[in-house]
């Protein structure tokens, strides 16, 4: 059966350091990877997907992810964090057979001043 | 493009009642998904409709029900409501059915208060 943890439920950094958001999955087959954000009282906004092509993944706002089978992870990077990246960011991973979205339990990303 | 719109926003309920809740997906997605999401619980599946067809379903009650029309659109349906089905209930839309690395978009949420 599929899985996905994300290993840190808080993360704080400060403004204008790098982020990283720790994402593993367990998966039998290629798995197609995601990771979605969340700011207050707002609906999910996809920020990058992987669907085995390159393994490094580019997306929206300057974020990042790599996609390691050896590690099965697929860690969530920002080179310079910026205020309006406070958020609840989730790792998600497809269910092969089931097909279903499989949510992480989300990181909450706090950006210090 | 519009994006995915649910009403109501928000909805406050009493125990025993019932509450339907719609979802106009993005124009030409086919796919949309129900989830609930609450502090305690995370992120939970509740059911995906493709062309107008349950197919898939989370393990939820059966008093969580939901269907398609033939444009897409969606309603979830809860009955006899309890104080712990206060959340926030996400619908998303994709072009193609989930499993086919389509992604998912998301409406801004219905949040419903149980009292």
């Known amino acids: 059966a599929q899985s996905v943890t994300q290993l840190d439920s808080h993360v704080s950094v400060s403004e204008g350091t790098p982020v990283l958001l720790r994402c593993n999955y367990s998966?039998?087959?290629?798995?197609?990877l995601f990771w979605y954000v969340q700011h207050p009282n707002k609906g999910l906004q996809l920020l990058l997907k992987?669907?085995?092509?390159?393994?490094l993944v580019k997306g929206i706002n300057g974020f990042e992810a790599e996609f390691k089978k050896s590690e099965t992870s697929f860690h969530l990077t920002k080179p310079s964090a910026h205020m309006s990246d406070a958020a609840e960011y989730f790792c998600v991973v497809v269910g092969s057979g089931t097909y279903k979205y499989i949510f992480g339990t989300g990181t909450r990303l706090k950006v210090l001043a | 493009k519009a994006g995915v719109t649910q009403t109501p926003r928000y909805l406050i309920k009493t125990r025993g009642q019932q509450v339907t809740l719609s979802c106009s997906p993005i124009s030409g997605h086919r796919s949309v998904s129900w989830y609930q999401q609450t502090p305690g619980q995370g992120l939970q599946f509740l059911f995906e409709y493709f062309s107008e067809t349950q197919r898939n379903k989370g393990n939820f009650p059966g008093r969580f029900s939901g269907r398609q029309f033939s444009n897409s659109r969606s309603e979830m349906n809860v009955s006899t409501l309890e104080l712990g089905d206060s959340a926030l209930y996400l619908c998303?839309?994709?072009?193609?059915?989930?499993?086919?690395?389509?992604?998912?978009?998301f409406g801004p949420g219905t949040r419903l208060t149980v009292t």
């Open positions: 992987y669907t085995s092509a390159a393994t």
């Open positions: 998303a839309s994709s072009l193609g059915a989930q499993g086919a690395s389509y992604e998912q978009y």
């Open positions: 998966s039998s087959y290629s798995p197609s």
